[in-house]
């Protein structure tokens, strides 16, 4: 594969949505697809037990600040979001969360 192909591979399986994650708008759908947000980075998180909305938020601010301020064409704008794992989805073995800047 030369580098034209790995790039239009990537778009058509990497992660992307149609909004912000939390917003009714969110759908996940493929970067080959209209989009509006693009999956660039996972959190791992730890523990046996489900720590909490707010406990998961705060343990994904700094990597997905650092992620979307890599990415940011001006770093005196950075925008992003993120997505943590539901009670259910860290009972079902879940345990990351996805950061999530505009597309």
Request: aromatic share 8%; charged share 25%.
């Amino acid at each position: 594969y030369g580098a034209m192909e790995d790039d239009a591979m990537r778009e058509r399986f990497a992660l992307c949505a149609t909004g912000e994650p939390g917003e009714k708008s969110f759908t996940r759908t493929p970067c080959s697809d209209a989009h509006a947000w693009r999956a660039v980075s996972t959190v791992d998180l730890t523990g046996d037990t489900y720590p909490g909305a707010e406990a998961i938020a705060a343990s994904m601010d700094e990597p997905c600040t650092d992620t979307a301020t890599e990415a940011a064409t001006n770093p005196l704008d950075v925008q992003w979001s993120q997505e943590g794992p539901t009670k259910e989805q860290w009972q079902a073995g879940k345990r990351y969360g996805i950061c999530w800047i505009p597309a």
